[in-house]
């Protein structure tokens, strides 16, 4: 129960202060009770990984701590298990009890492997997919998680079908298509489950699909609710609890039509094929959105006054996202890039934190962003609680302005069709893309792997085909931005805003997931297919192994039945790898790696 004073000690201030406290418990209250009782019971347990990244917060961190910055050197292999899929494997493992679950890319197989018994295949289940060959994902074969919750373990495949196994057997509990195929509509993401919603959402913005998130019954797969990025306000779930901090997004009545030229916002994109976070004492979800569609923004905007960028602002693609996870219901939204025409996704995670900055406790959101600033917000209401600032080389903004919350945008970076960009705008396509990031509570700081890359952008023109790419822009000059470095493995404390450390890398952009331990550890891979042990408080390399393979998927960490602490990661690489000819330069990355998938699984002697 939570301790409080009387009301009638302090006069009003007291009494005040007694109906926050008040309502800030039945908030918890109620937050809590709409959690997953058996998934926040998990979460507390270090010993399993229920989830992609972890838990609700989306911290990919472990508080396990038995393999340390002192004796990670002496890490081994423990065992390994052949995938058997020539492609790149994104999902991470999760671990529920002594079992062990992976989820490979179409075609989409489940393995329940035992953990007593160094990976023996308990079972697998491969769903029918007659029409997998409509399943075009952007860029590659992607099915980025797998949950756990009620003794069921919960898929949604490329091609659209949400899935519910029986934990122990693999027998199907149901099965509910979710997606259209004829539009190439697909699911990539991890589902988050709430209470006895399972929230998912659907991915194709560069094939001018709408975006949604859907949440449907633990029990039996139906529907609960479903609300789209774009479109008339019961579209999008806006109602009374919507609630935007910003001028700039009360100010439309329906700012899902009214942002948007024409209809524009039917083929608008802003799909949900990243990680959702989810906060249990506000009962908010929290997720991003995929590019607008098309890129071109000619296509979104009225030609007689574009560029106009405070009436077409597109909203809410390349945004970021709060709902009730219960309702669905809109509360808040941000954009964090209006009129997005350089495909910045947010498909990352939104760690949801509590910090104090400036004295003052903050329930915060922290996201290091694909459009390359660095944002925290307030979670509850979207206020942006310090100044953003760019994590690598950015030129298409100068900065946001923190009256408005919109960025200050460089003009020669806005694109228009047949016109090249005076200049190659950085960052190009992702300073940070979707890739798993991490948070560490034990050392505050937030990790993800920074890319440095500037292009061209040069808007085209093509009518819409149901299917088709709808991207509309091509690039030249592409190439590394300032600094003559590719990729940087970055930590930064979201409290001070400052850069604790940076691994740069001139060979490759090593853009990769990492996870995080309480062991002082951070793990990840490189583009030379090296996985690596890296001290959390300096950067420092401390251990690397060689895996002759490339990494997708987020590393993860369980205790064994023997009760030692072990972690687990997937190599993968597609077919694309070129072949190594005589001329290939000594430090491609291709020398080492080959295609293929393999789990490996390390610990201590």
Do not use: H
């Amino acid at each position: 129960m939570m301790e409080t004073s009387s009301p009638r000690r302090g006069g009003r201030s007291a009494l005040a202060a007694f109906l926050k406290a008040l309502a800030l418990a039945a908030v918890v209250a109620l937050g809590t009770a709409s959690a997953n009782p058996e998934l926040l019971r998990m979460q507390r347990d270090a010993s399993q990984w229920p989830m992609a990244n972890g838990n609700y917060q989306g911290w990919n961190f472990s508080r396990l701590d038995q393999i340390t910055s002192y004796n990670v050197k002496n890490l081994q292999v423990k065992w390994t298990l052949q995938l058997g899929v020539t492609d790149s494997l994104e999902a991470p493992p999760i671990v529920v009890g002594n079992t062990m679950y992976i989820l490979t890319p179409k075609p989409n197989t489940v393995y329940a492997l035992d953990l007593a018994r160094e990976g023996y295949i308990l079972w697998s289940y491969r769903p029918e997919q007659p029409n997998l060959d409509q399943a075009k994902a952007c860029c590659g074969a992607q099915s980025r998680g797998l949950s756990y919750a009620d003794g069921k373990i919960i898929i949604n495949t490329l091609d659209g079908q949400l899935i519910a196994l029986d934990a122990a057997t693999g027998a199907v509990v149901w099965n509910t298509q979710v997606t259209d195929l004829s539009i190439t509509e697909t699911t990539t993401n991890a589902p988050l489950i709430v209470g006895a919603n399972i929230i998912i959402g659907n991915e194709g913005g560069e094939r001018g699909v709408r975006g949604w998130v859907a949440a449907y019954d633990l029990q039996s797969g139906t529907q609960v609710w479903k609300y789209y990025s774009t479109g008339p306000n019961e579209d999008m779930g806006i109602g009374e609890r919507w609630a935007p901090f910003y001028e700039a997004d009360k100010r439309w009545t329906q700012p899902g039509v009214d942002t948007w030229y024409g209809d524009s916002w039917k083929l608008g994109g802003g799909t949900a094929w990243g990680y959702f976070t989810y906060d249990p004492e506000s009962n908010l979800f929290y997720y991003g959105t995929s590019n607008c569609a098309p890129w071109n923004p000619d296509y979104r905007r009225d030609p007689a006054t574009a560029p106009d960028l405070e009436t077409y602002s597109s909203k809410y693609c390349a945004s970021t996202i709060a709902r009730d996870a219960t309702t669905g219901e809109m509360v808040w939204a941000y954009s964090n890039t209006p009129q997005d025409q350089w495909d910045f996704d947010e498909p990352g995670q939104n760690f949801v934190a509590d910090l104090t900055i400036d004295g003052k406790l903050v329930k915060a959101l922290i996201k290091p962003a694909r459009n390359g600033f660095f944002y925290v917000f307030d979670r509850l209401t979207g206020e942006l609680v310090r100044e953003p600032f760019a994590y690598t080389n950015v030129n298409w903004a100068t900065g946001v302005d923190m009256e408005t919350g919109v960025p200050i945008y460089n003009e020669d970076a806005l694109t228009f069709t047949d016109i090249p960009t005076p200049i190659s705008v950085c960052p190009f396509i992702a300073g940070n893309n979707w890739y798993n990031d991490a948070y560490s509570p034990s050392t505050g700081l937030v990790y993800f792997q920074a890319e440095n890359r500037c292009a061209t952008f040069t808007g085209t023109e093509a009518e819409y085909t149901p299917g088709e790419s709808y991207i509309l822009m091509s690039f030249t000059d592409i190439g590394n931005g300032p600094g003559g470095w590719t990729g940087e493995l970055q930590a930064w404390d979201p409290v001070t805003g400052q850069k604790a450390w940076g691994l740069k890398s001139t060979v490759s952009q090593d853009a990769k997931p990492v996870f995080a331990t309480a062991g002082g550890l951070v793990f990840g891979g490189t583009d030379t297919g090296e996985f690596r042990a890296v001290d959390a408080a300096s950067g420092r390399v401390l251990w690397t192994f060689r895996t002759g393979s490339n990494f997708r998927g987020s590393p993860m960490s369980f205790t064994g039945p023997d009760g030692r602490q072990y972690i687990a990661v997937v190599t993968s690489q597609a077919p694309t790898d070129p072949q190594i000819g005589a001329d290939t330069a000594a430090d491609n990355a291709g020398r080492y790696r080959r295609t293929g998938s393999t789990l490996y699984v390390f610990g201590l002697p």
